[in-house]
């Protein structure tokens, strides 16, 4: 490191300007890896947040919950499979509702399961729902913001179905959507609105197994498919969009940054041509040069990433609370490890040109 | 008298076939210990390629070479670049010096290149400094020297490793007259005290008179001066000098 630090000091403004766009591009990594995170919490924390790791879904249902249903029979042979250590049937409707009494319409998504069984919310304000009641639910409180309280009826124009909310969970959302938990029991009210539906249904069930009887179970049950979490969380409406367009640029940004350096630092090499002959006649050898170089290549990265990790927290504390911004320390991890790797990447071009200078360059030459 | 390099009927052709060219013919020397030889010839005749075979940077393509009693005509290049490390000292022609590095440093780097950073070699680039009266500029990035300090910094950084022979590549192109002189007679004066050898490629025949032998070389052959030739020259030139 004694030419790379050196260096460095003595070309301050070069090395400074280099390392200010790396932070810019460091930076909005991490702003739209936050945005990210933060949108696919706001978008589905319902189902990251759930005891479960796996659903038993309707085959044709493209994988989709809310598109699948299991029927009650179903339900019965699944309670029969021994490799299953939890289970619980979980009713899923997307609907418009309104606070009784206004007309303003809100989008939230119905969660009906068993109160007492693995999907059951954690209750933060107000009362548990149960097994027995009739019409009572809990309710996300992102409700609060559309002025819902403890006490509220909650109506579905569509079947006149009303409920009243008893209490409050948090991180509860599905499809950017507040969820609304209901008993079994107000699930089969509502699906019996439709008087076609005569026989009772839910849309999966929710599992807790292993992973090495994920395939045994599948050859098990007759007519139903086994998908995991996260394919399900793919498959909310709008998910993979929202997160493929934020990821693709991630990933451009990744390539800009490798870009950026590798430019940067295989133009400094050519410039350096003759210092490089030089060094190496008076006997430094070529992989001193090249660590010299990846030395500086990672120094500069990894001041530029701390500083962009700063001034991600200092974009946090500035953004409005509806801004969905969500900083995982792993995330940060990550991309911090991408973004040195893509860096070392880059300098691989100026170090095949350092490799190949020859010493013998070095006399003879008037300049 | 010890020899600190010799070369046997050395040759070095490159290229192949048409392209064929033979730099060097069968040149055969000796470079006694203490020993400050010039290498003089036209353009084009083979001194650079000379150099570079005695520097170790090229190998030659026939012949046999000695440095310091040792055979070194074949080596690997790993093996060639340590022995430039330890035992040959390069003044290049000019710029030659890292430009983001001071004074001092251009001289701890031999050290560090060598592995072998340490207060002694702190205290031999001092005293390098010292002798070389450049002291003062021990901080100084090359940008605010002048041309003399350079070349002078230069000659310190070649002895900065203690090597058996500095060779210099027209250590005087670009400088004046005056401060070419003084350049040379630092060269001079360091082979002399230190007991070790020098060639030095050069245009410039105002400083030959500081050299103890003069070899020309004229399409890859050696002619070596006799000694009343030598003392002629000496003599012109040094007149030329004064005049
Ligand atoms: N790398 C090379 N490839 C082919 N020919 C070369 C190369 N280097 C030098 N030569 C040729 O070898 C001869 C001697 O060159 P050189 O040693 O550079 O002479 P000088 O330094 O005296 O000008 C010249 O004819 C030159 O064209
Ligand atoms: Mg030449």
Redesign the pocket.
């Known amino acids: 490191m004694f030419l790379a630090l050196r260096e460095l000091k003595f070309s301050k403004l070069r090395y400074f300007l280099i390392g200010f766009i790396m932070i810019l591009i460091a930076w909005l990594v991490f702003i739209i890896s936050g945005l990210a995170n933060g949108l696919s919490s706001d978008n589905a924390s319902a189902l990251q947040n759930m005891k479960a790791d796996h659903f038993v879904i309707q085959p044709d249902a493209e994988n989709k919950l809310n598109r699948s249903q299991i029927t009650d029979e179903q339900w019965k042979e699944i309670q029969k499979q021994t490799s299953i250590h939890a289970s619980a049937p979980l009713g899923l409707k997307i609907l418009s509702v309104t606070k009784m009494g206004t007309k303003d319409k809100m989008d939230i998504t119905i969660f009906a399961t068993d109160a007492s069984g693995i999907l059951a919310p954690i209750v933060v304000e107000g009362n548990q729902f149960n097994n027995t009641t009739k019409q009572e639910i809990v309710v996300d409180q992102s409700l609060k913001q559309e002025g819902i309280q403890l006490g509220d009826w909650i109506q579905d124009p569509e079947t006149e179905q009303k409920w009243k909310v008893v209490g409050f969970t948090e991180g509860q959302t599905f499809s950017h959507s507040p969820v609304i938990f209901m008993n079994l029991k107000d699930w089969e009210s509502l699906i019996h609105t439709n008087p076609q539906q005569k026989k009772i249904y839910y849309s999966a069930i929710a599992l807790q197994i292993e992973n090495n009887q994920v395939a045994n179970l599948k050859n098990e049950v007759k007519d139903m498919d086994v998908i995991t979490k996260d394919e399900a969380l793919q498959n909310i409406p709008g998910y993979k969009e929202e997160q493929g367009s934020l990821n693709m640029m991630i990933a451009f940004l990744f390539v800009i940054a490798s870009f950026v350096q590798a430019v940067f630092f295989y133009v400094i090499t050519l410039q350096k041509t003759n210092q490089f002959g030089v060094l190496k006649a008076i006997g430094a050898k070529t992989s001193y040069l090249a660590r010299s170089l990846i030395g500086q290549v990672i120094l500069l990265t990894i001041v530029a990433i701390l500083l962009s990790i700063g001034f991600t927290y200092g974009t946090q504390q500035i953004l409005p609370a509806s801004v969905p911004f969500k900083i995982e320390t792993e995330t940060f991890i990550l991309f911090s490890g991408l973004l040195l790797v893509v860096s070392v990447l880059g300098s691989l071009l100026s170090l095949y040109r350092i490799a190949k200078v020859d010493a013998v360059e070095a006399i003879?030459r008037a300049e | 008298m010890r020899e600190k390099l010799i070369f046997e009927e050395v040759s070095k052709i490159?290229?192949e076939g048409d392209?064929e060219?033979k730099?060097l013919d069968r040149v055969s020397f000796h470079i006694n210990e203490g020993e400050f030889v010039a290498i003089v010839?036209?353009?084009?005749?083979?001194?650079?390629?000379?150099l570079?075979i005695a520097g170790v940077l090229l190998s030659p393509s026939k012949g046999r070479l000695l440095l310091d009693n040792k055979d070194i005509t074949t080596l690997s290049s790993k093996e060639m670049t340590n022995l430039r490390l330890e035992k040959i000292g390069f003044v290049f022609q000019s710029s030659n010096l890292v430009p983001f590095l001071t004074v001092r440093d251009q001289l701890l780097l031999v050290a560090e290149l060598a592995q072998k950073r340490s207060k002694v070699a702190d205290y031999k680039a001092d005293t390098l400094l010292e002798r070389l009266g450049l002291s003062h500029r021990r901080n100084h990035y090359p940008e605010n020297l002048s041309g003399g300090e350079r070349q002078r910094v230069a000659i310190a950084r070649a002895w900065m490793n203690d090597p058996e022979i500095i060779l210099a590549d027209e250590p005087t192109a670009s400088l004046d007259s005056k401060r070419g002189r003084d350049v040379v007679e630092m060269l001079a004066e360091g082979v002399k005290s230190r007991g070790k050898a020098a060639i030095m490629?050069t245009h410039d025949e105002r400083v030959l008179d500081l050299c103890d032998r003069v070899l020309t070389?004229k399409d890859?052959r050696l002619l070596e001066m006799n000694s009343t030739q030598k003392t002629n020259l000496k003599a012109s030139y040094s007149n030329n000098f004064i005049s």
């Open positions: 003879g | 490159y290229g392209t060219v730099a010839g036209p353009s084009g005749s083979g001194k650079s390629t000379l570079s490629v070389i890859g």
